[in-house]
């Protein structure tokens, strides 16, 4: 029982030959169940993505306002308070300034773009 070496073909260079434009690629079939479990998994991903990515928005601007107004609160009382020297009081009105210029630029910014 002699056994003959199996000849191989390279089918992306049958390609080739064919058509330089030609792809051919192999896929192994899905059965429906395995179709509708991966649907569920995809689903199911996308659903976790939107949750974390909408946590993650929250978290984000939560931080951000607490900060902005936790800065705003100490440039008012540096600002209204008389035991604060000249010098704070100049720190806390460009702080101020800052914010209310970032702030405005960015809202009326945003609203150019709608």
Same mark, same amino acid.
């Given at each position: 029982? =002699?056994?003959?070496?199996?000849?191989?073909?390279? !089918?992306?260079?049958?390609?080739?030959? !064919?058509?330089?434009?030609?792809? !051919?690629?192999?896929?192994?079939? #899905?059965?429906? #169940?395995?179709?509708?479990?991966?649907?569920?998994?995809?689903?199911?991903?996308?659903?976790?993505?939107?949750?974390?990515?909408?946590?993650?928005?929250?978290v984000?601007?939560?931080?951000?306002?607490?900060? +902005?107004?936790?800065?705003?609160?100490?440039?008012? /009382?540096?600002? +209204?308070?008389?035991?604060?020297?000249? #010098? +704070?009081?100049?720190?806390a009105?460009?702080?101020?300034?800052?914010?209310?210029? =970032?702030? +405005? =630029? /960015?809202? /009326?910014?945003?609203?150019?773009?709608?």
């Open positions: 029982m =002699g056994s003959e070496p199996h000849s191989s073909i390279e !089918i992306p260079k049958l390609a080739a030959q !064919i058509s330089p434009e030609l792809d !051919i690629t192999i896929e192994p079939r #899905e059965t429906p #169940e395995e179709r509708a479990s991966r649907l569920r998994r995809e689903k199911a991903q996308a659903e976790h993505e939107r949750r974390k990515d909408f946590i993650l928005f929250v984000t601007t939560t931080v951000t306002v607490l900060v +902005a107004v936790a800065v705003v609160g100490f440039s008012l /009382y540096f600002l +209204a308070s008389p035991q604060v020297d000249a #010098e +704070a009081k100049q720190w009105s460009t702080v101020l300034s800052s914010l209310i210029t =970032g702030a +405005a =630029g /960015y809202l /009326y910014g945003k609203s150019k773009k709608d």
